[in-house]
């Protein structure tokens, strides 16, 4: 199949893209960094210069294609509008070029999040019939994305991934740093239950969900069955690691004023902060629990790899690239 990708040098991205074309796909990718790009030119992608913005300009003309898999967003913004223009805006631009175009994609795969659900019961798992629910502007942007993709005039699928654990993913890295220290911490009182998957099973669902030929909208969660606190994350990283890791109990408003001081100071050295006020807030929940019982149903996949090996997979991908 012919597939156009954006978000191809990402984590999730890159891992899907190598899959791709292993399977004996073609595969273009939008890029906005050629010098990021250098892995996709090695694997024979073919390349489109830009980044999303072009979607909203009324003149661009995109190759036909089979499967457009749209994993470009941001996961930590200076502010709301920024979720909202990049999570929201691209896609709602993007559906609309696509409606554009002479050809019809036979699918839309669109990375959507967990977050536009929102914290989960304490009792049960989200399912695809459950109204969302999201807590900040990173869920809200996404709850809003994937509306426009359900009213596309071509079939979309929507899935919602849990946190993606895997070789070569920046949003873990400062979990396996402090971990590489013997240190951990999380919000403190009952650890928050939390829904997981790893990277190549959810390659694996993508690519289930863009081999999909039924009509319509469709909308998944992505996630692998098993259902963890946050003391047995940090118990498996310990594992992958050999050592033991001391996890501080932080109180809830103590967090809250670190991301406040944070917000402050790490924009005036030039870096960004990576516990937001959107981590706070998830942070503080209770649950992200979701289950993926309807793929399953629909198309037959099912997470394969366990929660070590997964951190043991992650951890490599760390040290391949020299990041511990």
């Not at 050809?103 to 669109?110: H, I, N």
């Not at 069955?225 to 994350?233: A, F």
Request: proline share 7%; with cysteine.
């Amino acid at each position: 199949m012919r597939f156009f990708v954006t978000g191809g040098t990402g984590f999730i991205g890159g891992h899907l893209v190598e899959r791709l074309v292993a399977s004996g796909h073609e595969v273009t990718a939008l890029v906005r960094s050629p010098h990021k790009a250098e892995r996709l030119r090695e694997l024979g992608v073919t390349l489109v210069p830009g980044d999303l913005s072009v979607f909203a300009e009324p003149g661009t003309t995109l190759e036909p294609v089979d499967v457009v898999v749209h994993l470009a967003g941001v996961v930590t913004a200076p502010d709301a509008a920024t979720y909202e223009a990049i999570n929201f805006g691209a896609v709602r631009d993007l559906v609309a070029c696509l409606e554009r175009q002479d050809w019809t994609p036979r699918r839309l795969v669109f990375a959507s999040s967990l977050a536009a659900a929102g914290p989960s019961p304490a009792d049960r798992a989200w399912t695809e019939a459950d109204t969302l629910a999201p807590v900040e502007p990173y869920g809200e942007a996404k709850a809003r994305a994937e509306a426009v993709c359900a009213a596309a005039s071509f079939p979309t699928t929507s899935f919602r991934p849990p946190p993606v654990l895997g070789g070569g993913d920046p949003a873990f890295l400062p979990v396996f740093a402090l971990a590489s220290r013997g240190l951990g911490f999380r919000v403190g009182g009952p650890a928050q239950r939390i829904s997981w998957i790893g990277v190549d099973d959810l390659v694996a669902a993508i690519v289930a969900m863009s081999e999909d030929t039924h009509e319509g909208h469709r909308i998944y969660f992505t996630t692998h069955e098993q259902v963890i606190d946050l003391d047995e994350l940090w118990a498996g990283v310990s594992r992958a690691f050999g050592h033991r890791v001391r996890v501080i109990r932080v109180p809830g408003p103590v967090m809250s004023g670190l991301s406040t001081v944070a917000s402050v100071v790490l924009p005036l050295v030039g870096r960004p902060n990576p516990l937001d006020a959107k981590m706070v807030a998830q942070m503080r929940a209770p649950a992200f629990v979701c289950t993926s019982a309807a793929l399953t149903a629909d198309l037959g996949w099912q997470a394969q790899v366990g929660l070590d090996e997964t951190l043991e997979r992650t951890l490599a991908g760390y040290r391949e690239r020299g990041w511990l």
